[in-house]
Nanobody, 126 residues
Framework: VQLQASGGGLVQAGDSLRLSCAAS????????MGWFRQAPGKEREFVAV????????YYADSVKGRFTISRDTAKNTVYLQMNSLKSEDTAVYYC????????????????????WGQGTQVTVSS
């Protein structure tokens, strides 16, 4: 299984970015796809998650209303559209896949995820 994250960069506060996560190596119909981030000196933080098949989504309070997670099943790709970026959004962003245990929804604990992408840096200057 491979998850390839891309789309990061250096932007100014208020700008937008769209991250992509191309998934391959298995079918993900029974999985959730999540985005996490980690800033220097901080723990990995949940950002957003969605079910691959049903399209249910959930967001961290810090990004709700600004970020949108979506997927393109034909391309096996998950996206994170980030609008109104703030300096506190600066971090390395990781996509991840984990089995969808419905009783554990929303799955926000990074320990529940089996597969990880390599991370993409997002830097927001104020």
């Amino acid at each position: 299984v491979q998850l390839q994250a891309s789309g990061g960069g250096l932007v100014q506060a208020g700008d937008s970015l769209r991250l992509s996560c191309a998934a391959s190596g298995r079918t993900f119909s029974n999985y959730v796809m999540g985005w996490f981030r980690q800033a220097p000196g901080k723990e990995r933080e949940f950002v957003a998650v969605m079910t691959w098949s049903g399209g249910s989504t959930y967001y961290a309070d810090s990004v709700k209303g600004r970020f949108t997670i979506s997927r393109d099943t034909a391309k096996n790709t998950v996206y994170l559209q980030m609008n109104s970026l703030k300096s506190e959004d600066t971090a390395v962003y990781y996509c991840a896949a984990g089995y969808y245990y419905i009783q554990r929804w929303p799955i926000m604990n990074h320990h529940e995820y089996n597969y990880w992408g390599q991370g993409t840096q997002v830097t927001v200057s104020s």
